[in-house]
């Protein structure tokens, strides 16, 4: 059975995350490389052992949060799909049982807001997981005076949690957020598309999803 730690583990898996990320650091873009792809895995498992999915589903949810990003080997653009289809091939060339490989896939291939959709507990897990990773260590432009609205929005968020509630009706993204770097305006500007797509897949989940920025509820 192919669990997170052998995925980890695979060199070939690795060395696609390691290059895509090369990619992207050319093309400007922030980090994607292990600590996304770890953050988001956790996460993802996170959120459906909370909400009592069972062992597997979780486990297969960090699987496709650790391959989500793969995609970007191939291109920014698209890079949902391209990955889904990466991932296939990885997943069968494992051994994979068909029905996994299908759901793992299915996440990987809906997860940005472009054309994504939660059209699974995966999928939406996967989708809330990634799209809160905001975080100044994201950010690998060290020149502050020529910092694009990616960078700004990423380096002023200054500590970012993800958390359902104890009576798991609620999820809620709490940001603080330095204005010295990027307001709020300045986020909803970028990350608008994915706070409609996060919101979804909070329903999904049979969850309300609730933006929290430097104290006030904003979503």
């Not at 289809?85 to 990885?90: F, I, N």
Request: with cysteine; aromatic share 6%.
């Amino acid at each position: 059975m192919i669990t997170y730690e052998s995925i980890k583990k695979n060199d070939v898996i690795r060395t696609y995350i390691t290059r895509a990320d090369e990619s992207l650091a050319v093309l400007g873009y922030t980090e994607h490389s292990f600590p996304h792809v770890c953050h988001v895995a956790e996460m993802a498992g996170y959120i459906l052992e909370t909400l009592g999915y069972d062992a597997r589903t979780a486990e297969l949810a960090r699987i496709a949060g650790f391959l989500h990003d793969i995609g970007n080997l191939v291109n920014r653009s698209e890079h949902s799909q391209s990955g889904a289809v990466m991932a296939w091939t990885l997943l069968h060339d494992m051994g994979c049982d068909p029905g996994e490989q299908a759901t793992i896939v299915t996440a990987i291939g809906n997860h940005d807001e472009g054309t994504g959709v939660p059209v699974n507990a995966v999928a939406a897990a996967l989708i809330l997981a990634d799209k809160a990773d905001v975080r100044r260590s994201r950010v690998r432009n060290q020149d502050e005076t020529t910092f694009d609205i990616h960078d700004r929005v990423n380096y002023s968020v200054r500590h970012s949690e993800l958390k359902i509630d104890p009576d798991r009706t609620q999820v809620r993204l709490t940001l603080s957020v330095d204005t010295r770097y990027g307001s709020v305006m300045d986020y909803f500007e970028i990350f608008l598309g994915r706070m409609i797509l996060c919101r979804k897949a909070a329903e999904k989940l049979g969850l309300q999803f609730r933006l929290v920025i430097n104290g006030q509820c904003v979503i």
